[in-house]
């Protein structure tokens, strides 16, 4: 399996955890750092019992992103890993029933017709890097775990994001959600 990546938190790694906020539902464990293991093939060697918990997820294909939409996010985002994007959001969401049996177009509608989520976002572009894991097929108590990573001066920017999405329609299907910020230090 490719593009899998283990989000640990526990008592290592380079990222502190800044804060932990359960947005909607049952929030995580208190953990005071977070390493990222991105692995090709199996579940890393690590001791599981240092870990405070572990998510995992794959980092796979877009699902709703038109030609146009994906051109346009090719051109205008940042990659990951930048040396002054200090600061980054572990977002852990999960979707409810009611978005899972609605068909992939139905779906879109919400997404972008309605909620205009690639839209607004792109305005946070190239400041805000980002990745998505997909997880709902691994049994995992998430559906996704977004990855966000940006320069400080970026944060307040970052909050208004994330407000504009938490008050569209499609967060109306949103009954999981955990706010993780960290610090590279
Ligand atoms: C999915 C763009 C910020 C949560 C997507 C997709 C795009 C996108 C294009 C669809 C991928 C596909 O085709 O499958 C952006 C951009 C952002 C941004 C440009 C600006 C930085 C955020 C933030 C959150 C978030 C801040 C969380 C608070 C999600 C989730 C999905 C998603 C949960 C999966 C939705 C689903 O498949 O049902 N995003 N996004 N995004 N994004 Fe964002």
Same mark, same amino acid.
């Given at each position: 399996m490719t593009n899998l990546a283990y989000f640990? #938190? #526990?008592?290592?790694g380079p990222w502190r955890i800044v804060s932990v906020e359960a947005v909607r539902g049952e929030t995580l464990p208190c953990a005071e750092r977070l390493e990222i293991v991105s692995c090709a093939v199996a *579940? /890393?060697?690590h &001791?599981?019992? =240092?870990s405070s918990w572990t998510l995992k997820g794959v980092a796979g294909h877009a699902r709703y992103a038109t030609r146009r939409e994906l051109d346009m996010l090719g051109a205008t985002q940042a &990659? $990951?890993?930048?040396g002054e994007a200090t600061c980054a959001a572990l977002i852990p969401i999960r979707k409810s029933q #009611?978005?899972?049996? $609605? =068909?992939?177009?139905?779906?879109? @509608? @919400?997404? *972008?017709?309605?909620s205009h989520h690639t839209a607004i976002g792109t305005a946070y572009l190239p400041a805000v890097a980002r990745r998505l894991h997909h997880c709902r097929d691994l049994g995992e108590p998430f559906d996704f775990l977004t990855w966000f990573e940006f320069a /400080?001066?970026?944060?307040a920017a970052?909050?208004? $994001?994330? =407000? =504009?999405l938490r008050a569209t329609p499609e967060w #109306?299907?949103?009954?999981r959600e955990v706010d993780i910020r960290l610090a590279w230090d």
């Open positions: 640990r #938190g #526990g008592c290592s *579940e /890393p060697a &001791p599981v019992e =240092a &990659p $990951l890993g930048r #009611g978005w899972w049996t $609605l =068909a992939q177009d139905e779906r879109r @509608i @919400i997404f *972008e017709e309605t /400080p001066e970026h944060a970052f909050d208004a $994001l994330v =407000a =504009a #109306g299907y949103v009954e």
